[in-house]
């Protein structure tokens, strides 16, 4: 158990619809990050939040929107679905300590299933 | 960041070290090593990280070799559990790309009994 976790663990809708991914990060952990993961694309990075603030972007649609809570939880908003928007997301987080010269290390939700019908 | 590239698949039997290698020639002064597994469509798991000595760790260790350009996982005694896909990624320290973690196709572990 990674301590990140993330609800629903699956959803199921249809085409045109939006829909709501939450995930609550590790205690203490500032930062949240957002992976989609399709059986065409591999695992890929989204975005990231930090304390609030959007911090890093990745291959994000634009019909895709995320944002991350006072209490630092954090949803992605999947709006105006395709089928293709079918995959895992997974959320992860860390601490980020801030400093240029330092890493963190991730650790992942087990995922949200979305199938689009 | 740099690139990655690992075998696509690797067997090993239960109870054996499993060696998984990865390549990253291109990796830059302050890239890390990370090694993460995935078991069927369950969470990335972290497993080590590293940036220029060797690492080891409750799950496994890393051997980073003294150019940096390759570095070698190691499970020191496989189980049916270590079943996964295996990924190496080269994280950037700072810059522009902090934060993004960049999986490759990963290696296919499987353990036999």
């Known amino acids: 158990d990674s301590g990140v976790t993330q609800t629903p663990k699956h959803l199921i809708t249809a085409t045109g619809q939006r829909v709501t991914l939450r995930c609550s990060p590790r205690?203490?952990?500032?930062?949240v990050y957002w992976y989609q993961q399709s059986l065409d694309q591999g695992l890929q990075f989204l975005i990231q939040?930090?304390?609030?603030?959007?911090?890093a972007k990745g291959n994000i649609l634009e019909r895709f929107s995320a944002q991350q809570f006072p209490d630092l939880h954090s949803e992605l908003n999947l709006s105006s679905l395709e089928l293709g928007d079918s995959a895992l997301y997974f959320c992860?987080?860390?601490?980020?300590?801030?400093?240029?010269?330092?890493?963190?290390?991730?650790?992942f939700g087990p995922g949200t299933r979305l199938t689009v019908l | 960041d740099a690139k990655t590239t690992q075998p696509t698949s690797m067997d090993c039997a239960e109870g054996r070290a499993a060696n998984l290698p990865c390549n990253h020639s291109?990796?830059?002064?302050?890239?890390?090593v990370y090694w993460y597994r995935q078991i069927h469509s369950q969470g990335p798991q972290y497993i080590i990280h590293?940036?220029?000595n060797n690492e080891t760790n409750e799950m496994a260790s890393l051997i980073i070799t003294e150019d940096r350009k390759s570095s070698t996982l190691i499970l020191p005694h496989a189980t049916l559990r270590d079943t996964a896909v295996y990924y190496c990624?080269?994280?950037?320290?700072?810059?522009?790309?902090?934060?993004?973690?960049?999986f490759g196709q990963g290696t296919i572990l499987t353990v036999h009994p």
């Open positions: 990624i080269a994280v950037n320290a700072g810059g522009t790309s902090y934060g993004k973690l960049t």
């Open positions: 590293g940036l220029k």
């Open positions: 992860a987080s860390s601490v980020t300590t801030g400093e240029l010269r330092s890493t963190d290390t991730q650790y």
């Open positions: 205690s203490g952990d500032l930062s």
């Open positions: 291109t990796i830059s002064g302050n890239e890390y």
């Open positions: 939040y930090y304390n609030g603030e959007e911090r």
